[in-house]
């Protein structure tokens, strides 16, 4: 043990993107018989799961029903994510476009979200992602980026201690409470907050967050957060975090926050929540991030290639479309 | 295909008889599958195949990055394996889709064949090496352009990369494991009137994995004989992995026989459940199971 260990900054697990196969078919279909070049953004929608497997990354999935409206969201585990598709018509365009002004584009989008108060109503409208690719149809390959936009407010993060299971923090009746109150919330509620004092215990929506500053007593935020490590939260409760921040920045008593990092599972017939993670955080803001208007700040989140660099993914599909290769599997 | 153009709706419950269901039992069953386990849920498909029988919202179930952590050559090695939780079960018998008539064959105890499978020669994974070369050289062909100048990779101190999917085993021969994800789905199958499941696999990368690469998670005797390559009836795609079900009615049957003589009675709501133990036999590696054990 060091004796004078340096702040440990919170970091964020970046959401792995997971598009299955069936809609990378949807959106040739698409583009075929729909956009043709029409090469505008699309709005799609994915989702991503509390109740994976602690051994699998935290993913954001894109399925062939991202094109889909009418979407019905009833899945207990998982929660919704809005997004944008740009599809170019020729690689060099998906290749100089300006990477970076899109990420901002994106930023500000949340910044006005967040500073408007619309995500404190909405707060899973904080969780999106931009999908930018080029589709070569007649090889049937796919060259895709995700950008899973978060805003880098405040400054930092830190841990004030050891991240603990919910378990070890939390009676087992204020546990059941949490994860009473977590399913019964629209899955638009991503987060929500817990606010006790010596003699209560209460859950409160996200867009109670302004009213309960002037409280005494103390403010927990849950986020239903998909990662599955020990230490860190998923990308969700990064822009969360922003929000909070946010709000309480005129408010030097809530810059100590507990976190709520909430998992769920299901293991052997029961949906539970004992994994999750809290953490005690302090909030670092710079002089300029605690003015009356804060600047917008800047915006990160493309995902790493398989290698780790920045750079574009690609699928290959034409195994599965050559039609003679198709001819040799058949049984 | 045709046949099932043709087959007529399944009307009446002829469960507890033949341990074949119809639509309204299998939605009833999948309802108690979403229930219980939520990594479960129902999908409507592509709207233009909805199938008229099964509510527009309800058409097929899905579960999706289940890991697989290992290939099924490694079972050999590993004695813990306990795959089989249907207890009280003798006789379900799992056989060839083509087969050759010997009906020793046909009731071969789930248990018994776990036991027996054998190592999936590892035949293919010298030339899996080589496509991997080739993948790479393609990629850098015209993704390098992409690099990006410094501007995208600004100093981000609060980001961390996905968790890397590590095994939970070292096979000592080969090194690490890569693990990989499998998302199920479970249609109803009009013309064998039972539960179908579907497999489409993915890499570690999350890319979806070839025929070839996912036959190294079906277990040796299934392998192109009970899995068969097929069109998805809710979604537009090219041929899918699934199990074939032309069993599927018999070992139902042969459990709820086994059930009744020990004096209880199954009920058509834990078709889906039960159906999820037993075709385990076919995909040992792939944990999908989270509903709790069945004790008859």
């Known amino acids: 043990m060091d004796d004078k260990p340096g702040p440990r900054v919170l970091k964020f697990e970046l959401f792995a993107s997971c598009v299955s196969v069936d809609f990378w078919m949807t959106l040739s279909k698409k583009k075929l018989e729909t956009f043709g070049l029409d090469a505008s953004a699309k709005r799609i929608s994915g989702s991503y799961t509390t109740g994976n497997s602690s051994t699998v990354s935290s993913r954001l999935d894109v399925t062939y029903d991202a094109f889909d409206d009418e979407k019905q969201h009833s899945h207990t585990l998982t929660y919704p994510a809005e997004g944008k598709l740009l599809l170019f018509n020729t690689i060099e365009a998906f290749r100089d476009c300006d990477k970076q002004q899109l990420a901002d584009q994106e930023g500000a989008l949340l910044w006005t979200l967040i500073t408007s108060g619309e995500a404190l109503e909405h707060p899973s409208m904080l969780t999106n992602f931009f999908l930018a690719g080029y589709a070569d149809l007649k090889k049937h390959v796919y060259r895709y980026w995700f950008l899973f936009p978060a805003v880098v407010y405040p400054d930092a993060l830190v841990h004030e201690s050891e991240p603990l299971e919910i378990t070890k923090i939390f009676s087992k009746e204020c546990v059941e409470n949490i994860s009473d109150f977590s399913h019964r919330l629209s899955h638009e509620q991503n987060a929500f907050l817990i606010h006790q004092d010596d003699a209560s215990f209460e859950l409160f929506h996200l867009r109670d967050l302004p009213a309960l500053l002037s409280k005494t007593g103390k403010i927990t935020l849950c986020v239903c957060d998909g990662s599955a490590q020990k230490d860190n939260p998923g990308w969700p409760a990064r822009n969360i975090l922003a929000l909070y921040a946010y709000y309480v920045r005129s408010h030097a008593q809530h810059h100590r926050i507990q976190l709520v990092s909430l998992r769920k599972r299901v293991l052997n017939g029961q949906t539970d929540i004992d994994h999750s993670i809290v953490m005690d955080l302090r909030v670092v803001f710079t002089p300029d991030q605690i003015r009356e208007i804060p600047q917008t700040p800047r915006t990160v989140g493309w995902e790493r290639d398989e290698k780790g660099r920045l750079q574009p993914r690609m699928v290959d599909l034409s195994s599965q479309m050559d039609p003679q290769k198709l001819a040799e599997q058949a049984v | ?296």
């Open chain 2, 1 to 296: 295909g045709v046949a099932e153009f043709l087959a007529p709706v399944l009307k009446d419950s002829k469960f507890r008889e033949t341990g074949v269901i119809t639509p309204e039992e299998f939605v009833v069953a999948g309802d108690h599958l979403v229930h219980h386990c939520p990594t479960w849920h129902w999908s409507a498909g592509d709207s233009a195949k909805t199938k008229p029988y099964l509510p527009a919202d309800k058409q097929f179930l899905i579960t999706k990055n289940v890991p697989c952590y290992r290939r099924c050559r490694q079972l050999e090695s590993t004695q813990d394996e306990k795959v089989i939780e249907v207890e009280g079960d003798t006789e379900g018998g799992w056989v060839d889709t083509h087969p050759d008539g010997t009906e020793g064959n046909l009731t071969r105890s789930m248990t018994s064949k776990m036991d027996k499978v054998t190592i999936r020669q590892a035949a293919t994974s010298g030339k899996k090496e080589e496509d991997e070369d080739e993948d790479d050289d393609e990629e850098a062909g015209d993704m390098e352009d992409f690099a990006s100048s410094g501007m995208l990779d600004q100093e981000d101190a609060a980001i961390v990369a996905p968790a890397p999917m590590k095994s939970k085993l070292v096979d000592e021969e080969e090194g690490v494991e890569q693990t990989r994800t499998y998302d199920l789905h479970i249609t109803y199958d009009k013309y064998y009137q039972t539960p179908r499941l579907w497999l489409m696999g993915y890499n570690e990368s999350r890319k979806p994995l070839s025929v070839e690469e996912m036959y190294e998670d079906f277990s040796a005797e299934h392998v192109r004989k009970t899995i068969t390559m097929e069109s998805h009836p809710h979604l537009n795609l090219p041929p899918m992995a699934s199990i074939h079900p032309c069993r599927h009615a018999d070992v139902m049957k042969k459990i709820i026989q086994t059930v009744a003589e020990g004096g209880k009675e199954l009920d058509v709501h834990n078709y889906l459940v039960i159906f999820l133990k037993f075709v385990q036999a076919v995909i040992p590696t792939i944990e999908y199971d989270y509903t709790r054990n069945f004790t008859f």
